[in-house]
Every structure is written in C-alpha cells, then in structure tokens.
C-alpha cells in the first residue's frame, strides 16, 4: 500500500485512498490517449495504402 503513493507519506487512509482513485483514473486516461493515437496511425497508414 505504501509502496503505491510515491508523492505524499501521509498515514491517512482517505487521502492513500483518494490517490488509489486517482491513480487508476490517470491510468484510464493514458490508455485512452495512447488507444487514440494508435487508431490515428492505423487510420493514416490505411489511407496511405489505399490512396
């Protein structure tokens, strides 16, 4: 658990928490950034082959 919250030492349960939720809500946004430039990719690349 400790281990997880890199940017506070705090002992509080709600604030180690709230980073948890944090953590995993920045995660889902990174993975949907990196799912959208991969679909621009193959999006560019099919267009480059068909055209």
Known sequence: ????SLNH???G???NNYEMT???IE??????FV???????I???FLS???
């Open 9 to 11: 030492a705090e002992p």
């Open 22 to 24: 944090t953590d995993k």
């Open 35 to 41: 799912f959208l430039i991969f679909c621009a990719l």
């Open 43 to 45: 999006s560019i690349c």
């Open 27 to 32: 995660i889902l946004f990174r993975a949907v």
């Open 49 to 51: 082959i068909y055209y």
């Open 13 to 15: 349960q709600e604030m």
């Open 1 to 4: 658990m400790k281990s997880l």
